[in-house]
């Protein structure tokens, strides 16, 4: 049996200074927990620490993450270009082995009660993990920022899910919640023209008509001197990447325009890596116990005890 | 950095009594070898036993069974449908994780040397570890089968690389050798048409003019009530899965036959399924580190250091 592993890329608001960040940084480690990447960008002024682990220490070393960074940051002080509400300002738990989602729910909830009692900063629960539908999306919780969140808070409907019903005066407050992996993903086409950019990204991305789940938008790349699609796939496991591929090849067709080439950045559920070959070569009996590789992970793991 | 690890199918000649089976399978266990798979075959009166392990364990192991072994089994008294020359009969090493050919090579000279001084076996190297072109192929060496041998041990042509120069009383002789990872994949088409399938299979595999390492036959399969083809991939990271599946296809269209579905036989290396999406998604940056559980894997095995 392989053991339970939720991801969790936490979003917190310094990407400028080194003892900062080290400092929060350090706050995670624990047995049980790995730190997959840290990501700085100075002009976001922002960080992401993604983490894996079990869910109890997993929730330990988010906690103890917020608490480092609200003595650390003081949002009063804080410029950046990306939006932010919090010291610590987005924890998603996304299941990824053998954890579900109302697992991660679950996670969100009592990690975001404790915040809420024992550091007395707001809570705001979202997308999967969400108190109401108006709460679900995060740039609505985010909307208005730091600087705004005390009036907003006001609303009735804005309360907090836990904790005290105004900001905290330096750390603001956090979202958290509970969402499937999403997964950052570009394709490049042979065209310079971005009129025919544009057209593919509205022709794939759902809220105009294309496919659920992915968002779209069509960009020039000078570097590559290519027109690129430039796509979040946010449930990849219901809307699989051949599927996306395949539509783009299919719109960019009308106008003659092949694939070039496609970009993943940062990593992929090995389920969505299954699922592509499943399709291509029509080898429905493929699955992670197929791969050698897994197989000897389960079997380390094991011997472990 | 990953483990080095080796796979190792290792065959020997008792498929039928459970006793004896079971004491062989108990010689190969030792920490850092892992059992991946036990299958017997009454018919054949054969049984296939794939460990995987870092070298040095996995020699030792590979040993231990081929002692059991020729306590174990006469081939006096066996019968089987499987052509054999021993009780451990075939001991490929195969290159998994982090191992070179080399090494497999190397390995397969150590563990023979070491069966022909202390058990007094005769040991033949094949494949990539063959002393001579004649000596590479299997089916070459093991001609003429246990009961012939001491014959064929007469032709200085067929003088063992290791261990006395005639077959051992009860035990006769090992091949062991060292090669490339080999896929066993079968591709379904949409016709019943017999004579359809020999000419793809004809049409595809390297012996007749298509692609090198691809063993391919044509058969009637009644429980799908379609034609098959049947291959062995011998070297699916040159020639790979693929390529081999889109020519099936080329070839196919030319009766108008469609595939139906393939089948996996067996485990793959996952470097096949990441070669599949990068061919078919137009993604040459994906490698291994990009899939989630891949680096779960490996920082779970550098934490128990």
């Excluded at 080194?18 to 624990?30: E, G, N, S, W, Y």
């Excluded at 330990?60 to 993450?65: C, D």
């Excluded at 608490?67 to 996304?94: S, Y």
Aim: net charge negative; hydrophobic share 45%; with cysteine.
């Amino acid at each position: 049996m392989a053991k339970t592993l939720v991801e969790c890329p936490l979003n917190f608001s310094d990407g400028q200074h080194k003892d900062v960040i080290t400092a929060i940084v350090q706050a995670a480690h624990r047995p049980g927990v790995h730190i997959l990447d840290v990501t700085s960008d100075i002009d976001h002024n922002r960080s992401v620490i993604t983490l894996i682990g079990e869910p109890e220490p997993l929730q330990e070393s988010v906690f103890a993450i917020v608490g480092r960074a609200a003595e650390l940051i003081d949002l009063r002080q804080h410029r950046g270009t990306h939006p932010r509400i919090g010291a610590v300002d987005v924890i998603p738990f996304v299941p990824v082995q053998a954890a579900s989602m109302a697992q991660c729910v679950e996670m969100a909830r009592q990690t975001g009660e404790r915040i809420g009692r024992e550091l007395q900063i707001p809570v705001f629960l979202y997308e999967e993990a969400a108190s109401a539908p108006h709460r679900r999306n995060l740039a609505d919780i985010r909307r208005g920022e730091f600087e705004g969140l005390a009036v907003k808070m006001q609303d009735p409907l804005w309360q907090p899910d836990f904790g005290p019903a105004s900001p905290h005066p330096s750390a603001g407050a956090v979202v958290i919640g509970a969402r499937t992996y999403l997964v950052a993903y570009n394709v490049y086409l042979g065209t310079r023209d971005l009129r025919i950019g544009k057209a593919i990204a509205r022709a794939i991305r759902g809220r105009d008509g294309g496919l659920a789940n992915v968002k779209a938008l069509g960009m020039f790349i000078k570097e590559r001197d290519m027109v690129q699609i430039s796509m979040n796939l946010v449930d990849p496991l219901r809307t699989p990447i051949y599927r996306v591929v395949e539509t783009i090849r299919m719109e960019a067709a009308r106008y003659g325009v092949p694939i070039v080439e496609s970009e993943l950045i940062g990593l992929l559920p090995l389920e969505t890596l299954l699922e592509t070959a499943r399709y291509y070569l029509q080898l429905p009996n493929l699955h992670a116990d197929s791969i050698i590789e897994m197989r000897v992970a389960e079997l380390a793991a094991e011997s472990q005890g």
